[in-house]
Structures are given as structure tokens and as C-alpha cells.
């Protein structure tokens, strides 16, 4: 088989031939890496897909295994929405470098190939996506902690108060993603709010979304500036969708993938974008009464927020090399600010999810209208407290605050 020009080897309507595609590119791309028993060598598409790209899991009967994860020229989600193939490689690149600045916390990646914009990326098939494990209320103790040291260590150290200021200026001409990051500026930083026809507006709640997220001009000022600071404020290199599907979990471990987003932007859009994932999930847990996973999503806002702002101001100490930011206050002045972008975003990705084009399944699975109304009406309110009023975001309890001030709220507009 011929591998020196592009065609798409994954191809969900064809397994048979993926497969026959996929293990010829394997042996071929891991020769000398990986002793395949060519024999029991099996390539399957996974049920769990992501919107963007196409991915085929292989192994053998001898325990060796992985992914190959492949750019399509359309994306997943839409034949209308193309994204440059490059991003494989942006993805494969930033993947090695957040394998560097936090170790065990991202899958390795084996190979990338920019003829077939594909890569060999490690298998977790040991591990669930976290957002699956969540619809199942699975709760992971340690996540609070791992996640708040994957961002500290993947974003205060590419920022410029710790890289020196020419490599991190080359690395961000290496990162731009115009194609990319012209999905976020439209789907997230805009449609929730002046409306579009791709929009999946759950119809009982449209005179709601419309009055709150397409009426509301104070919020749509706030939300012009939340984009403009993510256009031109090229802070640290992000893993630019940093959801709960973009995380491998199990009990004693997780693995961040999926940064084809990545670029340099505002730091708080990374953390925001946690924060806003764990509450669908605590909608979900609303929706069935379950109390104790309830408890878990919050207080893990809680302590990730806390633990996130500990461990920058220790790594700020350690790490800072950049003179000026060493004078007194910057610290915390940058801090500051990064505190009130992850409120921003935050509330940007409650929009976005719930009203945009790209839902999520932890709140689309509610089947009770009633319940489902009540988890967007929480995102909605929640998401505008974070942006409107996102300079009283400065600890964990202030967010876990303002999540039960808008179930209250949600709740009155439903009596
Ligand atoms: C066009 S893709 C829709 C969304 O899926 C990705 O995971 C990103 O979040 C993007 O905004
Ligand atoms: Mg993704």
C-alpha cells in the first residue's frame, strides 16, 4: 500500500478496508519500534468519537497496541466545516511538549506523518473517557489534584514570565490555527449569543435563551471583550479544549489528549473550560437526585480552582525568570487576571454547550423537561454571573457559590 499521498485510511462507512488500510501504515510507520504479531493484528474504529478527526485503535495478541488518529479533510461533526490537516501534527507537537512540562498526564505519541496527517499515539483503552464515566456518576478523588497540576505546569511554564521570550515567540508562530481557532471565536465567543441557525436550542427553553443569552447587550459587551482578549492575547500555550471528553480517567491516573485547539491564548481558557465541564455533569447528577455525586463535581471545582491558584504561586516562585516580573505584585496581579478569564471562559463554555452547536450529552441526556430545563437555566445564570461579575471569581468557593445561586434562581423561573 502507498502511503506517500494523502487519502483518509479511517473511513467509518468502510471498517474492512480501514482496517487492511490501518494495520499495511502501522507496520510500516512503527517499523524497528514496536514487534507487531502481524498475525493477530487487528484494527477497529472505536464507538466513542470526537467531532473532529478519525481514530482506529490496533493491537495484537501479544499486548502490543495503540491509536492512529487521522485528520480528515471535512470534520467529523459538519462536511461544511473544513479545518487544515495540519493540525494533526499541531496536536502531535503539543502532545510532546505537555508530555515534557507534565509527565504520565498526556498519551505518547509514537510517530506523527505530514504526508498522511496521521499519528501513533498511545493506547489508553485502559482507561474511560471522563465524560462517559461521569454520565455513569463514577467520581475520580484525585482529579482535583492532577488536573490542576496538568494546567499549571502546561501553561504557567509557556507563558512569559517563565519561557524565554524568543523561543516562546517561535513556539507561537509554530502554533497558529487560524482554521481552529475560527471554530472557537464562532461557535463559542459568538453564535450563543447573536444567535445562528446551527445553533440546538432545546425549543421549551428558546423564549429563555433568547431573553438571557440573545437580548442581553450588557452581556454581549462582556462577551466582545472575552473574545477580543482570546484573539490577541497570545498568554501561554493552551490545550484549547480542555473538556471532559478530551480526558482519559481511571482511579489512579489521567491523560489529557485531544489539543488539536491548541494555541497561545489566555490561560483562564483552559481552566474555565474545566470548570464549565464539571458542572454539565453536576446538572447531570441534579437530574437524577444523585446527591453525593452532586457533592463531588462541586467540591472538585472547588479544590482544582484552590489547588490551581496554590500551585501557581509556588511554581511562580520557583520558575519565574523574567525580570520584570519578579517586581512586587505582578504575581499576583497576573494572577488576578487569569482568575477572572477563568470565570469568563467559564461561563462562555456553560453558553456554548448549551445552546450552541456543539451540546453536550451530559445535559442533552436529561430525558425530564422539567430537569433539563433546570440544568440549562443553571448554566445559562451561572455562565452570566461568571462573566458579568468575573472579578469576584478569586477562589474555589466563590465559583461552587455562584453554581447554587443560580440553581436557586433556575429553580424560581420554573414555579
Ligand atoms: C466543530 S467542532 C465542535 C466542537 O467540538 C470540539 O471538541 C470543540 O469543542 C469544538 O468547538
Ligand atoms: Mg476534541
Known sequence: MDFTNYFLMINEDDPAGTEKAVIAYTLEKTRGMIDWDQATMTAKIPAEHGNINHVCHVEDKKGHSLYIKQAGLETRISKDMTASVDRNRQESEILQIEEKLAPGMVPHIYFYDTVMHACGMEDCSDFEVMRDAMLKHETFPLFADQIS?????????????????????????????????????????????????????????????????????????????????????????????????????????????????????????????????????????????????????????????????????????????????????????????????????????????????????DVTSIEDQEARLLAERINILAGKEFILKAENFTSGPAFVDAVLRAKDAAEKTLQ
Request: proline share 3%.
Open 149 to 361: 497540576t496538568f494546567m499549571v505546569n502546561t501553561l504557567l511554564y509557556t507563558s512569559d514570565v517563565v519561557m524565554d521570550h524568543k523561543e516562546k515567540k517561535e513556539l507561537t508562530r509554530k502554533f497558529i490555527t487560524p482554521d481552529l481557532d475560527d471554530i472557537t471565536e464562532k461557535l463559542v465567543l459568538m453564535e450563543p449569543y447573536l444567535g445562528a441557525d446551527r445553533n440546538n436550542v432545546y425549543e421549551p427553553n428558546r423564549t429563555f435563551v433568547e431573553k438571557e443569552l440573545y437580548h442581553d447587550d450588557g452581556l454581549h459587551l462582556a462577551v466582545a471583550k472575552l473574545k477580543f482578549n482570546f484573539m490577541t492575547n497570545a498568554q501561554a500555550l493552551l490545550h484549547g479544549d480542555l473538556h471532559t471528553g478530551s480526558i482519559f480517567i481511571k482511579p489512579d491516573a489521567m491523560k489529557v489528549f485531544d489539543c488539536e485547539f491548541g494555541t497561545f491564548a489566555p490561560i483562564g481558557y483552559d481552566v474555565g473550560n474545566i470548570i464549565a465541564n464539571l458542572i454539565f455533569a453536576y446538572d447531570n447528577g441534579l437530574a437524577s437526585g444523585d446527591d453525593a455525586f452532586c457533592d463531588w463535581c462541586l467540591d472538585s471545582i472547588e479544590e482544582l480552582t484552590d489547588q490551581f491558584i496554590d500551585k501557581y504561586r509556588a511554581a511562580y516562585d520557583e520558575a519565574v525568570t523574567e525580570p520584570m516580573a519578579k517586581v512586587p505584585g505582578f504575581k499576583e496581579y497576573y494572577l488576578e487576571s487569569i482568575l477572572k478569564d477563568t470565570a469568563g471562559y467559564a461561563g462562555t463554555e456553560l453558553h456554548r454547550r448549551t445552546v450552541g452547536m456543539a451540546n453536550v450529552v
